[in-house]
């Protein structure tokens, strides 16, 4: 929510946009009245003139057939249309700019919120695997424990280690992709990086069931296997994070022509459609930061998406049924390259 403070800036704003857009509109009607003032009062001394002088009979019908009131009328017609013309242009650079006021303070306060979301989540994923490694290694250091009990702390204090690690490698390549990040290309396959990490998600994961289907055969492409094994496992964790301790996830891999396309299904709770647009954007995460279960910092689907981006590919979010939510990443197979580095790499 907006502070006080800010919503009574905001409409104080609109206070004096909306005196203005009066005080406009009453100084318009009050220039159109002298202007027509004006046009009457030559428009008579100008018959009254012509009269005295014998220039034309004093006849509604001559005088206004006179080219001196034709003259006079369209000067009268140029002067109100220079009046609208000035009034419009006025009115619409008022509306532009209340836009534009109103875009950029939009931008500030979501930028703001995602700020503040951001800290809080950081917050959270740095004190939660901290205390809990601190608390194994307190239990160590008290008392001795059977083995079957000192390699089930021990496992979890490996757990919330690599936890860590993730979130830092996470910190540190979102802040290359905004600067220095570079692609380290070589051949990859990627039905093999998907179907390596798949056995690394299953062993993370016992309870989530890990399904891989590849359609078709899939040529060697180009690519930064970091970038690209960060692009999968961001996407399979996502899956697991919002589908629930049972998760069924599925992924499928394929190539036609040119493109290799991967898609990454879920049956979990999906995601709205006013939300789509907003998921890859910078630590923006769906929901407040105070009453969110799920973990998290807002970084994993805007690495994913600057990474496909860097490999020319392309993302989309679409609506799995019955429920749930697919990610479709397109990569276009760069044959050429790969044949240029197999030469390079003959003796």
């Known amino acids: 929510m907006e502070r006080p403070r800010n919503i009574r800036l905001r409409l104080l704003s609109y206070g004096v946009?909306?005196?203005?857009?009066?005080a406009f509109a009453w100084w318009s009607v009050l220039l159109f009245i002298k202007n027509r003032d004006a046009y009457e009062a030559k428009r008579?001394?100008?018959?009254?003139?012509?009269?005295?002088?014998?220039?034309?009979?004093?006849?509604?019908?001559?005088?206004?057939?006179?080219?001196?009131?034709?003259?006079?009328?369209?000067?009268?017609?140029?002067?109100?249309y220079m009046i609208l013309g000035e009034a419009s242009v006025f009115v619409l650079s008022l509306a532009i700019g209340v836009w534009l006021i109103?875009?950029?303070?939009?931008?500030?306060?979501?930028?703001a919120q995602q700020q503040r979301n951001f800290l809080l989540s950081i917050t959270?994923?740095?004190?939660?695997?901290?205390?809990?490694?601190?608390?194994?290694?307190?239990?160590?250091?008290?008392?001795?424990?059977p083995?079957?009990?000192?390699?089930?702390?021990?496992?979890?204090?490996?757990?919330?280690?690599?936890?860590?690690n993730k979130l830092v490698n996470d910190l540190l390549l979102s802040a290359k992709?905004?600067?220095?990040?570079?692609?380290?290309?070589?051949?990859?396959?990627?039905?093999?990086?998907?179907?390596?990490?798949?056995?690394?998600?299953?062993?993370?994961?016992?309870?989530?069931?890990?399904?891989?289907?590849?359609?078709?055969?899939?040529e060697d492409t180009m690519g930064d296997v970091a970038g690209l094994s960060s692009v999968v496992i961001?996407?399979?964790?996502?899956?697991?994070?919002?589908?629930?301790?049972?998760?069924?996830?599925?992924?499928?891999?394929?190539?036609s022509g040119n493109t290799v396309r991967m898609e990454v299904s879920d049956q979990g709770i999906g995601i709205e459609d006013q939300e789509k647009e907003r998921i890859f954007e910078k630590f923006y995460r769906i929901g407040s930061e105070d009453t969110r279960k799920t973990k998290?910092?807002?970084?994993?689907?805007?690495?994913?998406?600057e990474i496909v981006k860097a490999h020319k590919g392309k993302i989309a979010v679409l609506d799995n049924e019955p429920r749930g939510t697919i990610f479709r990443v397109e990569i276009p197979v760069m044959r050429e390259k790969v044949k240029q580095k197999a030469t390079d790499n003959q003796p």
């Open 147 to 164: 083995r079957d009990k000192a390699a089930s702390l021990t496992r979890n204090a490996l757990l919330e280690t690599e936890r860590l």
């Open 17 to 22: 946009i909306a005196y203005m857009m009066l």
């Open 296 to 305: 998290g910092t807002g970084l994993g689907l805007y690495i994913v998406n």
């Open 234 to 255: 961001n996407l399979l964790e996502n899956a697991v994070k919002y589908s629930g301790e049972d998760a069924d996830i599925e992924a499928c891999i394929s190539q």
């Open 44 to 80: 008579d001394t100008m018959r009254l003139m012509m009269i005295a002088r014998e220039e034309i009979p004093p006849t509604d019908e001559a005088f206004y057939n006179s080219p001196a009131f034709t003259e006079l009328k369209k000067q009268y017609e140029n002067q109100e």
């Open 124 to 145: 959270h994923e740095l004190k939660s695997p901290l205390a809990s490694i601190r608390l194994v290694l307190e239990t160590f250091q008290r008392r001795e424990l």
């Open 102 to 111: 109103n875009r950029g303070y939009h931008k500030e306060v979501m930028a």
């Open 177 to 218: 992709l905004e600067s220095a990040y570079q692609l380290h290309q070589e051949p990859v396959n990627l039905a093999q990086l998907v179907e390596d990490i798949f056995d690394q998600m299953e062993a993370k994961y016992p309870k989530a069931s890990f399904t891989f289907n590849k359609k078709t055969a899939v």
